[in-house]
């Protein structure tokens, strides 16, 4: 089954193409699109088409889902976090935690991850597969169902890294605005890269309203080839630039992810290295204490140090702050849970 095949990625227009396609009457598109819209995740579940159309669609096309294998609630807050399982048995996982303005996903793109950078638990392995749109969309259909909530953000940051796997991506960002469907519009999604630039530059040529992650924890590039691979393809000055070139294309700011690692990034001198970077761009810095995970060396700060970097931000004119970790109890950093799942097995 390749992404091609999976109803559920496609929109109005193409499922009119393949209706056409098949000689079945127009009006069936819309009512299957519908019935996608709605999260459906099988055939049979399209109440009012016809098995004769069911059956000649199932032919060469399926539709995706997303099954929650285990799922975990927070005793510390109100975040749950999900194991889902795939058509082919891949596993992914998603986060949603409560906010004052209501609940928010953290979505996975990718089964796995091949950035490789050092600190992440979703690079374990590689990456098996990319998602297609419509399994992205799933985990916030089967989340929403099973909680009997509305969800209304969207951020892009759970295993994977979304810019690998841009046309699906894309069409998710797509889909889900649908009205009929999850109904959520771009200024409730943030994408997060570890910085693939030539994609930032193809994303911001299309001018959407979403808030771009950039995931730079380390001001330069000594510091940043030790710990992400991509910094070797596009170093900090071509990220940066492309930073600019997107907030005056957007008219977005954007948000920087800076995870402290203890005795690393965390010195007056790279807080003076950020303010260079940073300065006339409209941008927040959202500061992030490191998660130790695998057998690696990285060490979180104590809290102390952080709000301390963080005030060192504020006063040199930087608009940072730290953020807050939800679900500590649960393993819900991306990847920590599938990486967990997997060695057990
Ligand atoms: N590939 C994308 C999307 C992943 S988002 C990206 O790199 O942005 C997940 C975010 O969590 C990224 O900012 C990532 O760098 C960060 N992250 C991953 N492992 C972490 C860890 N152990 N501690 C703190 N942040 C981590």
């Not at 950039?214 to 710990?227: M, Q, V, Y």
């Not at 948000?255 to 409209?282: H, P, R, V, W």
């Not at 953020?323 to 393993?331: E, N, P, S, Y």
Request: glycine share 6%; aromatic share 8%; proline share 2%.
């Amino acid at each position: 089954m390749s992404s091609i095949l999976d109803l559920k990625s496609m929109n109005l227009g193409e499922i009119e193409q393949i209706i056409s396609s098949l000689s079945l009457p127009k009006f069936r598109a819309k009512q299957i699109f519908g019935w996608l819209q709605k999260g459906v995740e099988n055939f049979e579940d399209m109440k009012n088409v016809p098995k004769s159309v069911t059956e000649k669609l199932a032919e060469n096309y399926y539709i995706s889902y997303a099954k929650i294998e285990k799922k975990f609630s927070s005793n510390l807050d109100e975040t749950v976090k999900y194991l889902f399982s795939l058509y082919d048995g891949e596993l992914i996982e998603s986060v949603v935690m409560k906010y004052k303005h209501g609940y928010s996903i953290c979505v996975s793109s990718q089964v796995g991850c091949n950035m490789g950078c050092k600190f992440c638990a979703s690079t374990i392995g590689g990456k098996s597969r990319n998602l297609t749109a419509g399994e992205i969309l799933s985990q916030i259909f089967s989340a929403q169902k099973d909680l009997g909530v509305r969800i209304s953000n969207v951020v892009l940051m759970g295993m994977g890294e979304p810019l690998d796997n841009f046309n699906q991506v894309m069409k998710f960002l797509e889909l889900v605005g649908e009205e009929g469907g999850l109904n959520i519009g771009m200024r409730h999604i943030s994408l997060s890269t570890c910085g693939v630039v030539d994609k930032i530059y193809e994303l911001m040529q299309k001018k959407l309203q979403i808030t771009l992650s950039i995931s730079l924890h380390a001001p330069n590039d000594e510091l940043r080839n030790t710990i992400m691979p991509i910094n070797k393809k596009y170093n900090v000055k071509t990220l940066i630039k492309a930073c600019r070139e997107y907030t005056e294309k957007t008219g977005r700011r954007i948000s920087f992810e800076y995870a402290l690692i203890k005795d690393f990034n965390d010195s007056a001198e790279c807080a003076e290295q950020l303010k260079n970077l940073t300065s006339g761009m409209i941008a927040h810095i959202n500061l992030i204490p490191a998660n130790p995970v695998h057998k690696n060396k990285f060490e979180k700060p104590d809290k102390t140090a952080v709000y301390k970097f963080c005030e060192l931000l504020n006063s040199l004119g930087l608009n940072a702050t730290v953020r807050r970790t939800l679900g500590a109890d649960i393993d819900a950093s991306c990847g920590q849970l599938r990486a967990k799942h997997k060695n057990k097995d």
